[in-house]
């Protein structure tokens, strides 16, 4: 698998629930979930 980092922190995406979401709910795979 293809290994994912974050477009605007390069914080690496290892974990699904990590992958953020636009405002339409799908999921984006550029950015993660801040909280």
């Not at 974050?6 to 801040?34: H, K, R």
Request: aromatic content about 8%.
């Amino acid at each position: 698998m293809e290994q994912k980092f974050c477009q605007s922190c390069a914080m690496p995406l290892t974990d699904a629930a990590l992958i953020g979401t636009n405002v339409d709910g799908s999921t984006n795979e550029d950015y993660w979930v801040m909280s």
